[in-house]
């Protein structure tokens, strides 16, 4: 599989399961998760695939110049659309993993921004995983407003794998 269809699969997870929400379980929040549910993870996500899709245009990736369109984390057909776009542009894409971009990045709240070389094909794989990382925070925050997720769901695709050479 490639990784731009690995990351399109990911955003329509996130499709699949949001349309098993209302706006009350959408926007719900628990001390417990510091105040952060099931949109405000999701805003997080898009924010860093629309920084991707930014920086395919500029040659440069820039994680930290997000958006934060609260209107993602407050409505849920405003997320589910912005799930939907984001998938639609990259599932339209044509790429050379390959390709070398610049990176830039907060590292820290003292000194200079960071900027490295990578490569689209790099950023895509971690896209997987930060998307992965927050996907398992919303299926806890699903569960505690009592709507399970797919048991695959928020586990990354190497545990997947082992898990399905465990079982046989």
């Known amino acids: 599989m490639n990784l731009l269809r690995a990351n399109c699969e990911l955003l329509r997870q996130g499709i699949q399961l949001l349309s098993r929400h209302d706006q009350r379980t959408f926007t719900a929040s628990d001390p417990a998760s510091y105040g952060s549910g099931i949109g405000a993870h999701l805003r997080h996500v898009l924010d860093h695939y629309r920084s991707f899709l930014d920086g395919m245009e500029k040659g440069m990736i820039d994680y930290d110049d997000r958006d934060r369109d609260t209107a993602e984390e407050k409505d849920r057909d405003v997320a589910l659309a912005s799930l939907s776009e984001i998938a639609g542009r990259l599932e339209s894409t044509e790429l050379d993993v390959g390709a070398s971009v610049r990176v830039k990045v907060c590292a820290?709240?003292?000194?200079?921004?960071?900027?490295?070389?990578?490569?689209?094909?790099?950023?895509?794989?971690?896209?997987?995983?930060?998307?992965?990382?927050?996907?398992?925070?919303?299926?806890?925050?699903?569960?505690?407003?009592?709507?399970h997720p797919d048991e695959s769901f928020g586990v990354a695709p190497s545990t997947l794998k082992y898990l399905n050479t465990v079982r046989g």
């Open 108 to 147: 820290s709240t003292v000194g200079e921004d960071l900027k490295s070389i990578s490569s689209f094909g790099r950023e895509l794989q971690f896209l997987v995983s930060h998307t992965v990382h927050h996907y398992a925070l919303i299926a806890i925050a699903s569960r505690m407003q009592g709507i």
